[in-house]
């Protein structure tokens, strides 16, 4: 059973789950913890500390990584049943601090057992005053005979320093939403490739392309925030995700902001993921994308091959890097990396005979750095038809 705990949901938005290294700016004392609520008093204090500490992010990076503190079991935001998770003001469950597969629900219309629109309770205690209320709502948890009614959450308005409106922080709420179902809004038409689609560089760049247009359309022409854009680019077998064949979005230091397939790797630090010959080709994607667009080759799991989990298959990945609107709800005037890939299906090549050459054709092959940690470990740079370049800046 489908099941949400919004424990609390405050008012800011993050991107699109253990960190590898943290953005020091994030690593704050909280004054109430996840483990320390036992009455009214202290969910409420647990829900200020939570809004007090969201308050202090203005970077980015800070911010994805934020996914990954918020969802640490045991840590100060998550103990138990006690976790943190957001809302946008219309009533999207944005991030769920215990389940990534529950992130962008339409939770809006949610009713508790006695018909009240427990959502639009919660938003209207957070309008009450400077630091938000309580409310009660009623629902029969089956899994607890002891649960007892009315339950009571408290709920407070937030603003992000990294977003354009604000959202909402709710504490201690939880209702099963196994029948609650998304609205689907309209969006604008999809490309001319789609992830169907793609099967050689050429359809891969494309399809990244054409992915970069549709977000720059979606915000621009229908008005679509953060929430609806990435259930659209995450729904299978949708344009956008086919197979094995997805999107994911990047900042330039590596933090994932969005993954087309596995939401919980959002918020990860991944920019010395390496392939089994050491290459750090997500490294190699960002430098590429920075670098105004390029291939990058390298060898991975493929899903759909049996016994290919040590070697990997060989696969392509594209990506390029763009500026986020100023006006964008979130993320305003940054630059982020977006790209995608494919699996060539091309024979696998045991470590011993990859041989140290540079293909003919733009781009940076996993073969050119199998061997050789000069090359594989020089940072900010591409190789390009076999010469290093420097990025600039």
């Known amino acids: 059973m489908k099941t ?61 990584a934020l996914t990954d503190i918020l969802r640490e079991e045991g840590g100060d935001w998550n103990s138990g049943n006690m976790y943190l998770n957001i809302l946008l003001p219309e009533g999207i469950l944005w991030f769920h601090g215990n389940d990534p597969e529950l992130d962008g629900t339409d939770v809006r219309d949610l009713e508790d057992d006695n018909g009240v629109k427990v959502v639009q309770a919660m938003l209207a205690a957070a309008e009450s005053m400077g630091d938000g209320g309580f409310f009660e709502y009623a629902w029969d948890d089956p899994s607890d ?66 992915a970069i247009a549709w977000t720059v359309e979606g915000f621009a022409e229908f008005g679509l925030d953060f929430a ?3 259930n659209e680019l995450r729904r299978e077998a949708g344009p956008w995700r086919q197979g094995s064949t997805y999107l994911y979005v990047m900042t330039a230091d590596g933090y994932v902001l969005f993954h087309g397939s596995r939401p919980d790797q959002q918020g990860k630090i991944q920019i010395d993921r390496q392939d089994r010959n050491g290459f750090k080709f997500l490294r190699a994607l960002i430098d590429a994308a920075l670098a105004g667009g390029d291939y990058v080759e390298y060898y991975w799991d493929d899903p759909s091959v049996e016994g290919d989990e040590d070697l990997g298959s060989a696969k392509v990945g594209y990506a390029e890097s763009f500026m986020i609107a100023d006006d964008a709800p979130i993320y305003a005037g940054q630059t982020v990396v977006i790209g995608s890939g494919f699996y060539t299906g091309d024979q696998i090549v045991p470590s011993a005979t990859l041989p140290f050459s540079v293909p003919d054709r733009g781009g ?10 000069a090359l594989r470990d020089r940072p900010r740079s591409v190789l390009d038809m076999g010469r290093w370049r420097p990025m600039p800046g």
Not at 178 to 203: G, K, L, Y
Not at 364 to 373: A, M, N, Q, Y
């Open 4 to 64: 949400i705990r919004l424990m609390v949901i405050f008012c800011f938005v993050l991107g699109l789950a253990s960190v590898f290294s943290v953005p020091s700016a994030v690593a704050q004392d909280t004054q109430t913890t996840a483990s320390e609520v036992v009455d009214r008093e202290t969910l409420k204090a647990f829900a200020l500390s939570a809004r007090d500490y969201i308050s202090s992010v203005t970077d980015i990076n800070q911010l994805a």
């Open 145 to 210: 005979p002891n649960d007892e009614n009315p339950k009571v959450s408290y709920a407070v308005k937030y603003t992000s320093p990294l977003a354009q409106e604000y959202f909402v922080l709710v504490a201690d709420f939880y209702q099963d939403i196994s029948d609650v179902e998304n609205i689907i809004d309209e969006f604008p038409d999809p490309p001319a490739v789609t992830a169907a689609d793609v099967v050689d560089r050429e359809t891969l760049k494309a399809f990244v392309q054409g």
């Open 228 to 230: 609806k854009l990435n």
């Open 364 to 373: 940076i092959s996993l073969t050119s750095h199998g061997t050789s940690p």
